[in-house]
Nanobody
Framework: QVQLVESGGGLVQAGGSLRLSCAAS????????MGWFRQAPGKEREFVAA????????YYADSVKGRFTISRDNAEKAVYLQMNSLKSGDTAVYYC??????????????????WGQGTQVTVSS
């Protein structure tokens, strides 16, 4: 059974930090790109960050560049999102996703095959 399980969400003050983790199980994980998306109430799901299998290519949404860092540990089948200098606009449910994506499609949630259940991040101002 394929599973992606996020953890690390919570309530933090503006300017603070959180580290999200996503643990994968039930499939090979090998060769899959991993991404983080988020969805705020009443808004569309939006791309946050993505990392290729090798870690050689990393992509960020403009809104999080310089503040968020995505990383992965293939031996542990895990991906992480370090979030610093958090703002109230970062409040959302954050989802981990996996897919065989390439080229310019990393930002498209439709390209990802597997999804976690999400973890809530709330930033108070």
């Amino acid at each position: 059974q394929v599973q992606l399980v996020e953890s690390g969400g919570g309530l933090v003050q503006a300017g603070g930090s959180l580290r999200l983790s996503c643990a994968a199980s039930g499939w090979t994980f090998r060769g899959y790109a991993m991404g983080w998306f988020r969805q705020a109430p009443g808004k569309e799901r939006e791309f946050v960050a993505a990392i290729t299998w090798s870690g050689g290519s990393i992509y960020y949404a403009d809104s999080v560049k310089g503040r968020f860092t995505i990383s992965r540990d293939n031996a542990e089948k895990a991906v992480y999102l370090q979030m610093n200098s958090l703002k109230s606009g970062d409040t959302a449910v954050y989802y981990c996703a996996a897919g065989s994506v390439s080229g310019t499609t990393y930002t498209l949630h439709t390209q990802y095959r597997y999804w976690g259940q999400g973890t809530q991040v709330t930033v108070s101002s």
